[in-house]
Every structure is written in structure tokens, then in C-alpha cells.
């Protein structure tokens, strides 16, 4: 029964998001259509611009029809036990280098007493990258972002902090909301697509954020549910 309301859940979530998808992706079309129109009867110089531009509207439709298909995919996710350590130091290179990219720092502080909890590993991954790339986006080059995991008597929890722009109080209850995007080239699907993760995973997703100083988005995920479901698993597997 649980997965059928969750599936019925994704079904309406896909099914609101269609209808502003279609708008989403019209935009940025609409916008290489009229560039290709001019670039006939510009100038060279001109050209290179209508050119920039327009494989930029491409790159965003691209990334906006990424992240809704990960919204979209059937995910009856399976999970197993892992350690959310484990899985920071897989991710850790790829951050890493991101961040080495932007002239930013990385502080990874693992909790070793931490406990491992049933996870799609494919889904956290999307989710921890989500997080830090916000993270580092808010940032500029003396930026320092911080990916933390505790181990705490219920939940096992995961924090991603940035020194960034920070979010003014008015706004943290748009970040959720499709297509909310304060950048040029945001989707405004990335924390949709972190909420429906955790989600699947009997979470919860927490912000605090101080403009000027910076942003904390705090995931947890509780044990009871790890212990239930891995104990239904048992039980299924006979
Ligand atoms: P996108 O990154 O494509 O804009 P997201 O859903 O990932 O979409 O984020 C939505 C918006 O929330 C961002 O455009 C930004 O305004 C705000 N936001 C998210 N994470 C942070 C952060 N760490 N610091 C400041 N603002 C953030
Ligand atoms: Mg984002």
C-alpha cells in the first residue's frame, strides 16, 4: 500500500510539473528561435554573441529536461544497507574537483560511529551533489563548503554548509517550489528533486540560513525506518 500512495504521490507531482515543464522548455526555445531568425542579417561580431547565447538556452533546456526525468523515473528505488561515509568518499573526487575548479574548499568531516541506514545509493548521490553544488553556486572563490555526517540515537544525519549569500527568511519557503531559481541558468529542480529523495527515504530536509554568512541544509534519516523496512526485507526474503 505505502508504495502505491508514493507512486500516486509521483504520479501527481509529474503531473502538475508537466504542465509548467512545457512553459519551462518553451522559454529557452522561443529564445534560440528569434537569435537564429537574427543571426542571417548580423554582423560577425554579433554572431558570436547570438551564438553564445543560444547554445546556453540549449544547455538549460537540457538540464531542465534531465532533472525532470529524474522526477519522473519509476523509482520503486531498491535499497540497501550503506554507510553514508562510504558513500561521501566515492563522491568525494567529483566535489572535490569542482570546488578546486571554483578556487573553493572542501572540509568532509565523517562521523565514524555512524550507522548504516537502508538507501538507494544512486539517489543520495544525486541528493549530496544537489546540496553541494547549491552549495558552492552561492559561493564565491574564498568559499569553504562542509559536508558533515553524525551519528545521533534516532537518525543518522547529514549536514551541507556553505559560507555563501544565504537565503533571506521570506524565501525559505520557495526553495521547494518547481522552478524556483534565483540564476540564469538554474532550473529550479534541484532541491524538488532533493525533497522527493528524501522523501522516498522517510526523511526529513532542513534549512538555516543567515544572509551574508551562509546556508546549512540538514538531511536526516531516521533508524527506526531502516530498522522496520530491513526487517520487512528479512521477512520477504523468507
Ligand atoms: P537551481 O540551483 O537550479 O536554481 P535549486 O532547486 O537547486 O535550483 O535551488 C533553488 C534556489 O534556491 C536557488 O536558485 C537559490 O536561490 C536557492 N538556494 C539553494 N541552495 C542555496 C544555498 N546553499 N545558498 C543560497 N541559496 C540557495
Ligand atoms: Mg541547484
Not at 25 to 54: C, D, M, W
Not at 114 to 135: H, Y
Amino acid at each position: 500500500l505505502k508504495d502505491e500512495v508514493d507512486r500516486m504521490e509521483r504520479l501527481s507531482l509529474v503531473g502538475q510539473m508537466a504542465a509548467s515543464i512545457t512553459h519551462e522548455i518553451r522559454n529557452p526555445l522561443a529564445v534560440i528561435r528569434g537569435f537564429i531568425q537574427l543571426l542571417n542579417e548580423r554582423s560577425p561580431a554579433e554572431q558570436k554573441t547570438y551564438f553564445h547565447i543560444v547554445l546556453e538556452e540549449l544547455d538549460r533546456t537540457n538540464l531542465i529536461i534531465n532533472d525532470f526525468l529524474s522526477l519522473a523515473q519509476n523509482r520503486t528505488a531498491e535499497k540497501e544497507l550503506f554507510n553514508l561515509n562510504d558513500l561521501l568518499s566515492d563522491l568525494l573526487p567529483l566535489i572535490w574537483a569542482d570546488a578546486n575548479m571554483r578556487g573553493q574548499i572542501i572540509d568532509l568531516h565523517t562521523d565514524a560511529s555512524l550507522e548504516p541506514i537502508l538507501m538507494n545509493s544512486k539517489e543520495i548521490k544525486q541528493l549530496v551533489l544537489n546540496l553541494s553544488r547549491n552549495g558552492m553556486e552561492a559561493m564565491n572563490d574564498k568559499g569553504a563548503l562542509k559536508i558533515e555526517t553524525t551519528n545521533l540515537p534516532d537518525s543518522v544525519q547529514l549536514r551541507v554548509s556553505d559560507t555563501g549569500v544565504g537565503i533571506p527568511a521570506e524565501k525559505l519557503k520557495l526553495l521547494f517550489e518547481p522552478f524556483y531559481t534565483t540564476k540564469t541558468n538554474g532550473t529550479g529542480l534541484g532541491l524538488v528533486l532533493c525533497m522527493s529523495i528524501v522523501e522516498r527515504h522517510d526523511g526529513k530536509i532542513q534549512v538555516e540560513s543567515t544572509v551574508g554568512q551562509g546556508t546549512t541544509f540538514i538531511v536526516s534519516f531516521s533508524k527506526q525506518s531502516a530498522s522496520r523496512d530491513s526487517r520487512q526485507a528479512a521477512e520477504q526474503a523468507g
